[in-house]
Nanobody, 121 residues
Framework: QVQLVESGGGLVQAGGSLRLSCAASGLTFNTVTMAWFRQAPGKEREFVAAIRYSSGIYYSDSVKGRFTGSRDDAKNTVYLQMNSLKPEDTAVYYC???????????????WGRGTQVTVSS
């Protein structure tokens, strides 16, 4: 059974930082694409970042230069370092996994339950 468990969310002031973690179990971690999405109240879930098993880390334009994704295959964990946070980054952040190379929401095979990130102005 595949499980993705996010942690690290919380309340932070604008300009601050948070690091999210996603621990994966039940899948061959070093062969999957891991991704982060977020969903703000009243909005659709949107892509934030993806880390492919082969190579490459990809970001949405809204977080490029502020967020950094990484993965530790030995720990079956991915991270999202979020710096220079803005109030518009407030959302529930979800970890997702795709057994293929796709990065879009529709291609994800597995989802975590999410962790709340709130950025105050």
């Amino acid at each position: 059974q595949v499980q993705l468990v996010e942690s690290g969310g919380g309340l932070v002031q604008a300009g601050g930082s948070l690091r999210l973690s996603c621990a994966a179990s039940g899948l061959t971690f070093n062969t999957v694409t891991m991704a982060w999405f977020r969903q703000a109240p009243g909005k659709e879930r949107e892509f934030v970042a993806a880390i492919r098993y082969s190579s490459g880390i990809y970001y949405s334009d809204s977080v490029k230069g502020r967020f950094t994704g990484s993965r530790d295959d030995a720990k079956n964990t991915v991270y999202l370092q979020m710096n220079s946070l803005k109030p518009e980054d407030t959302a529930v952040y979800y970890c997702a996994a795709n057994r293929g190379p796709g990065m879009s929401r529709s291609t994800m095979d597995y989802w975590g339950r999410g962790t709340q990130v709130t950025v105050s102005s």
